[in-house]
């Protein structure tokens, strides 16, 4: 199998392009499909500030380390969530990443630990606030990443989420018809109000095994394991069978989620009517001032329980 580009050894093949890539090809397929995505989605230019979501996982890091290559401005932050030697091998894998490859583009790694703020890990608090672990987490994520992204004064928050997250996740939202989901699951989403960040994901044009095969090949350390609470997740189903479909039928996934993509820009300025949306329910939380539909925000809600419960 000879690369499709320069003709020398491939060493990857991506049948839903049909074509094969040497590393050095294939490492500028990557950045193309990233630079494509950012200019027909206007997510950034060289000036603005990003901050990446990294996890320790192979799509995040990759999405750093590709931003920073690329000569975008980008730190980011990790939320280490005290769920036993996952959170400890992935925050060790994040430390060296940005130690040994950010540190030389001039990037910084700002961290923020649950146990310290909370007095416990995602599994204790999911339990005292009587609530799924994931959630909780969501809950965590979504909120640390807004009030960092807003204090360091960051254009923009970008994640790692890939084609086949993205696609799993519509396949989710299609089978039960959650309209509000479809309505938000776009590629770049605007900070509807003052107090929530714009959000992006670059990586929505690069698979799953396209992105661990960057991550090998440039050497980046990742953690392999998935977060222990994914078990039996709904969405490892709908990946599962998008694989089913994508070896079947090559480029299944891409057509899903791009003709999806078209026809919502087609549709209707869905991101207008989601900022007005916003617009009417939100307000400023009493305690932090971030935007909440109601008085106290449910980040602050769930932090005092977790006081309440240590004290
Ligand atoms: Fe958080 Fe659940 Fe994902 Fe683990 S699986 S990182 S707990 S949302
Ligand atoms: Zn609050």
Redesign the pocket.
């Known amino acids: 199998m000879n690369c499709t580009k320069c003709k020398t050894k491939a060493v990857i093949d991506l049948p839903r392009h049909n074509a094969a890539f040497c590393k050095i090809c294939f490492n500028g397929y990557i950045h193309d499909q990233v630079a494509k995505a950012v200019k027909s989605d206007r997510m950034f230019g060289k000036d603005d500030r990003i901050l990446v979501a990294v996890?320790g996982g192979k799509d995040s890091l990759a999405l750093w380390d590709i931003l920073l290559k690329m000569g975008y401005k980008a730190d980011a932050l990790y939320v280490n969530?005290g769920?036993g030697s996952?959170s400890e091998e992935s925050h060790r894998k994040v430390v060296t990443f940005a130690e040994t490859v950010a540190a030389v583009h001039g990037a910084k790694l700002h961290v923020h630990t649950v146990q310290e703020e909370a007095g416990a890990g995602?599994k204790e608090l999911a339990q005292i606030i009587h609530r799924?672990?994931?959630?909780?987490?969501?809950t965590?994520?979504r909120y640390q990443f807004n009030r960092v992204a807003l204090e360091g004064e960051y254009d923009v928050m970008a994640t790692g989420h890939n084609l086949d997250d993205e696609a799993a996740r519509l396949l989710g939202n299609v089978l039960h018809w959650q309209d509000e989901y479809l309505d938000k699951q776009s590629p770049n989403l605007p900070a509807s109000v003052e107090g929530f960040a714009r959000k992006v994901k670059p990586l929505y044009r690069l698979a799953e095994r396209e992105l661990a095969a960057y991550s090998v090949l440039n050497r980046i350390d990742y953690i392999v394991e998935?977060?222990?609470?994914?078990?039996g997740?709904r969405t490892i189903l709908y990946k599962e069978v998008l694989n089913r479909l994508e070896t079947e039928s090559p480029g299944t996934k891409q057509t899903f989620y791009w003709k999806f993509l078209e026809r919502q820009k087609q549709a209707a300025p869905a991101a207008a009517s989601m900022a007005e949306k916003d617009q009417a329910m939100l307000h400023p939380c009493s305690v932090c001032r971030q935007p909440t539909t109601a008085e106290i925000c449910s980040y602050c809600k769930m932090m005092a329980r977790a006081k309440t419960h240590a004290s």
């Not at 799924?132 to 969501?138: D, I, K, W």
């Not at 998935?226 to 078990?231: G, T």
């Open positions: 996890s969530l769920i996952y995602i799924p672990a994931c959630s909780t987490c969501g965590i994520k998935e977060c222990p609470m994914a078990k997740a």
